[in-house]
């Protein structure tokens, strides 16, 4: 056992930083495995508007204590855990993303809803720009890898915030591809609330070699 408690068995089929075939199984983690999520998400909602007193803070870190035990018990490698791989549900199943659904995806760009929420706030009912930039971060590495067919990492991502990101409403990000040189792909998108455009980004994805980490 690893210091995070997540199994470290060797794994073969992977190469480099990533899976050769990206892992994608919608099965892992159960059919109530969103449902997991969500309330999960909800629950970091609820304790980053919260101002709890003493007991049931007690009664909080009590009852953590022994979900985090039986998680842990069955945390596993980051190439057989559903979190990131599970292609039908929102951002994948990944806590660590916004919650966004894809509308439409192909080598050309992608089309998503993304919604930010109270665990997502920055300040006056504002989205913090860096989970901003996260969504944009994320979307756009899969436009790259949509457009290159490989796994592609971020040598560099710019965001220009044009307006209040605001929480609770559904916000559309558009990305394209600007252009393709070898395996560098240039990469744009934009972010926004109805007609008003919140937030736009450009970057540099780098598709990775066989192996490469």
């Known amino acids: 056992m690893s210091d995070s408690g997540a199994t470290t068995t060797p794994d073969e089929s ?3 930083g990533f899976r050769s075939d990206m892992a994608i199984n ?3 983690g159960g059919p109530r495995y969103g449902e997991f999520i969500d309330s999960v998400r909800l629950f970091m909602d609820r ?3 919260a101002e709890p007193g003493e007991e049931l803070v007690d009664r909080v870190i009590a009852t953590l204590a022994e979900l985090n035990d039986e998680l842990g018990a069955v945390a596993i490698d980051e190439w057989n855990a559903p979190s990131g791989t599970r292609i039908d549900l929102p951002a994948r199943g990944n806590l660590t993303l916004p919650p966004y659904e894809v509308v439409k995806a192909d080598e050309n760009g992608v089309e998503a809803i993304v919604r930010f929420t109270r665990f997502h706030l920055g300040g006056n009912n504002a989205a ?3 989970y901003i930039g996260l969504a944009f971060d994320d979307l756009l590495g899969m436009t790259g890898a949509l457009s290159s067919g490989k796994v592609t990492r971020t040598a560099y991502l710019t965001v220009n915030y044009r307006s209040i ?3 609770y409403r559904d916000l559309t990000v558009r990305t394209g591809i600007d ?3 070898g395996r560098k792909i240039f990469v744009t998108a934009t972010m926004h609330d109805g ?3 919140c937030a736009e980004a450009d ?3 780098v598709a990775l070699k066989p192996g490469q980490p």
């Open 26 to 28: 919608t099965d892992r």
């Open 165 to 167: 990101t605001p929480l």
């Open 47 to 49: 304790v980053r508007a």
């Open 14 to 16: 992977h190469e480099g």
């Open 195 to 197: 007609d008003r455009l």
């Open 203 to 205: 970057g540099l994805f």
């Open 179 to 181: 252009r393709i040189d």
């Open 128 to 130: 913090h720009g860096g």
